[in-house]
């Protein structure tokens, strides 16, 4: 247990070490930082090649092999962009970091806000999600981030204190029933990130997503429809390296309205539909497709 408690410090202690490194470098630098990790992490180090290229070709069949070349460089460019941002991110101060990831409709949002209504908005792992906390200044609703805490407790509070920069809470998401049953009463928004391989196939919702059958959590719909929630898309756009722009775009305004499965199916489209207008920014290299689709199961067209 001590060793253990002293691993985790050490990981810490070197986190936090290239944290207050990339404090005190100028973007520029950070920038050429990330250049240089793309050329150890695709030449050297080869991290999760094969994996990226079977995605790209199982989702874009009809692209020749070049293409597929191409697209999985630039999202190792783009995913060295992005862990070097992170990084960045920690100890950027918040005016400039606010000019760098904006949102452009919060108007959307605040409506719902002046009504008294709490709004769930989902987002995959495209684009610098990381960037997403400086939302806090930007919305009127003040923010909730759904998440799994990390088991580093070190890094778990350095973390926590970060995000409070932001008016931002963290909400582990084994206590987010409790916690919106609490809660009910305020205009909250609450932010999930939803797009990630869930571990039980008999509970979830099967849709052909880029090419492939895919399964899809459907806890965030539950809770939607549980508090008829409004629910909203999370649309983040490159304007171009170093800077991003935030959009909302509704889902529906009345979720308990809805036919079952209807919120993930709409989410799903979303997402897809803006990893197909740009695909370098979305996770490549998570094994999104690792588990096969049971006998008999019905999977759900995103085409209409």
């Known amino acids: 247990m001590r060793q253990k408690a002293v691993i ?22 950070v920038q050429a930082v990330s250049r240089f990790s793309y050329f150890l992490i695709f030449y050297v180090i080869r991290y999760r090649r094969e994996v990226v290229y079977n995605n790209l070709r199982n989702s874009f069949p009809d ?3 070049p293409e597929i070349e191409e697209l999985a460089r630039k ?20 005016p400039a970091l606010m000019k760098r990831f904006r949102a452009i409709n919060p108007e959307l949002t605040n409506a719902l806000f002046e009504k008294g209504r709490s709004v769930m908005l989902i987002g995959g792992h495209y684009g610098n999600q990381e960037w997403g906390k400086v939302l806090g200044k930007q919305m009127k609703h003040p923010l909730v981030i759904v998440y799994s805490p990390f088991t580093n407790p070190y890094v778990e509070q350095y973390h926590r204190k970060t995000r409070g920069m932001y008016n931002m809470d963290l909400l582990s998401v084994k206590k987010t029933l ?23 196939l008999q509970n ?14 459907q806890g965030y719909e539950a809770l939607a429809r549980k508090f008829n929630m409004p629910v909203v898309y999370i649309d ?14 509704l889902i529906s305004e009345n979720p308990a309205d809805l036919p079952e499965g209807a919120v993930v199916i709409a989410f799903m489209k979303h997402l897809q539909d803006s990893i197909k207008a740009c695909s370098d920014y979305w996770l490549w290299s998570h094994k999104r497709w690792k588990f096969r689709k049971p006998e008999g199961v019905v999977v759900h067209s995103l085409e209409h």
């Not at 202690?13 to 990339?22: A, E, M």
Request: glycine residues 4%; hydrophobic residues 45%.
């Open 75 to 94: 999202f190792f460019r783009y995913f060295c962009d992005l862990l070097t941002e992170t990084i960045k991110g920690y100890t950027m101060p918040v």
């Open 178 to 200: 409790r916690y919106m049953i609490e809660h009910r009463d305020k205009a909250l928004g609450y932010i999930f990130g939803v797009d990630q391989r869930p571990f039980d």
């Open 204 to 217: 979830c919702l099967w849709v052909r997503f880029l090419n492939q059958d895919t399964p899809c959590h």
């Open 236 to 249: 983040i756009r490159i304007v171009k390296r170093g800077y991003y722009t935030f959009r909302t775009v």
């Open 8 to 29: 985790n410090y050490l990981v810490f202690c070197v986190s936090w070490f290239f944290i207050q490194l990339f404090r005190i470098m100028p973007v520029v630098l």
């Open 63 to 65: 692209k020749p092999d």
